[in-house]
């Protein structure tokens, strides 16, 4: 579904070059839910407006469902659908419902099929009672439940989501994840997930990726995760442990007999 090669994406700025992505490689299969950590900075929300076709990379090659996001943006679109929980897709002044049916327009989604979906996806997240409310007034869990929505009005077959559960109290959080997963084992939508929060990866994801310094940190299961600090269980704490460390994570080489998965770049 996901074919990252050696990515990299570097920005001008005043002079200097910023790496913010480096020689990343990964491979999300379909079906997967996949969690995705790092530090402040680190690439990840670079990384995924490269998946998007929002940003080009600047060396490697990356594919989503065989396709060149940056090339074929509009196919691309058809099979991603993306939220950036820091702000909304959804048109600010018109009434949520309105917004869905532009986005319907935008997608060419079929009416009988738009109908159909949007009253399953009223009714797993609970949109019913804001439809008619303009998005500028929805608070911010009802506003990304929107935003889910929109992003799965035309079915994709991928989910990407940056922060999706940023700001959202104890019950919208467990809601949306519980919609998240069914999303995955239900209708088999595969999920990228961007977060800082890691009760999402440790409720949610079969694999987390951990990208620091715009390089891949580790791939590999949340137990494999866990196993890497030993003594540590919390995987809270695992992660603040990997972040102090982070460079010695990554230039550490593997000890003998090591067999948990701390790839380095
Ligand atoms: N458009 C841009 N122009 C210049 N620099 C950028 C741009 N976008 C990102 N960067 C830089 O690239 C690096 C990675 O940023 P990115 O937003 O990908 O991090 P992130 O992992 O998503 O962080 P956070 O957890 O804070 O959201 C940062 O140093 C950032 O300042
Ligand atoms: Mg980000």
């Known amino acids: 579904m996901i074919d990252a090669d050696r990515i990299g994406r570097s920005f001008r700025i005043r002079g200097a070059t910023v790496h913010a992505v480096r020689d990343l490689s990964f491979h999300v299969a379909a079906g997967e839910f996949v969690g995705c950590l790092g530090p402040n900075g680190a690439g ?3 990384t995924i407006k490269m998946l998007t076709g929002i940003l080009a990379p600047t060396s490697g090659r990356v594919t989503v469902a065989g396709l060149d996001p940056t090339r074929r943006r509009t196919a691309v679109a058809r099979e991603i659908g993306v939220v950036f929980g820091q702000r ?3 048109w600010w002044d018109l009434p949520l419902r309105d917004s869905f049916e532009l986005v319907r327009l935008l997608y060419k989604v079929d009416r009988v099929r738009f ?3 949007l009253g399953e996806l009223t009714e797993r997240l609970r949109l019913g009672e804001f439809l008619a409310t303009p998005v500028r007034q929805l608070s911010l869990g009802q506003r990304m439940r929107g935003d889910i929505a929109a992003a799965l009005l035309h079915d994709p077959s991928l989910l990407v989501l940056d922060e999706p559960t940023i700001g959202l109290d104890v019950v919208s959080k467990a809601e949306v994840r519980a919609f998240l ?12 997930l961007t977060t800082h929060d890691v009760g999402d990866v440790e409720r949610l994801c ?11 940190a580790f791939d590999g299961t949340v137990d494999e ?8 269980t919390s995987i809270e704490d695992v992660v603040a442990h990997l972040y102090l460390n982070s460079s010695a994570l990554r230039t550490r080489p593997p000890r003998p007999g090591e067999d948990s ?3 380095t770049a």
């Open 225 to 232: 995760l866990r196993a890497t600090v030993p003594g540590e």
């Open 44 to 46: 990840k929300s670079t």
């Open 115 to 117: 109908r159909e979906r």
């Open 206 to 216: 079969r694999r987390v990726i951990l990208i620091d310094h715009g390089r891949l």
């Open 261 to 263: 998965p701390t790839a």
């Open 181 to 192: 997963r069914d999303l995955n084992t239900e209708r088999g939508t595969t999920v990228l």
């Open 88 to 90: 909304t897709t959804l």
